[in-house]
């Protein structure tokens, strides 16, 4: 008996299924391809936090930022933060300086509890307009006369891990200059039902 190239025997078929499952192969249930697990700590961390802050509702959460400790930055330290899967020109883009702001907040002479509200307010209020970036003017801090030493910059420290947490910022990186150097940073956002 001859065979053509390309046509099987279904005895050598059912024996290559029965060596797949004595392998312990199964069959894919899925037909998408598995990223697989995130290569940092962090990032899987942070996907979770931003993951169960889209799924509780804004009445049901009274503040999404922690309130808790958090790192401390220098006063003339630069920020930068982006997600994971931001194209890399877009994040250049805005450090540059090249993406323009629509909307700016100044949180100078806030105490603490209220600039976490207002910034909240604000990012909430932003993402409503569907604004792409916007400006948030933190300060860096003050100069003690009496002791010389420059303060803790308590509110860019905050503005940093505030910002990480709020999950429709994609990026965010200290400003140019002219709109307030590293007392300021720009904030590229998503727009509300838009995929990166």
Known sequence: MSRRRGQHDEDDIGAFRQALREAGVRRLTANRADPGKP????????????????????????SRTSDGRVEAVRPAEFLDFAVADLPYRTHLQLKRGQIPWEAGLDLHGYTLDEARTELESFL?????ERARCVLVVHGKSRRSEASGLTDYPVIKSHVNAWLREWPSVLAFCSAREPDGGTGAVYVLLRRRGEAL
């Open 39 to 62: 290569r940092d700590k962090r990032h899987a961390a942070l996907a979770e936090r931003r993951a169960a802050a889209m799924a509780a509702s804004p009445a049901q959460v009274s």
């Open 124 to 128: 909430r209020d932003a993402t409503t």
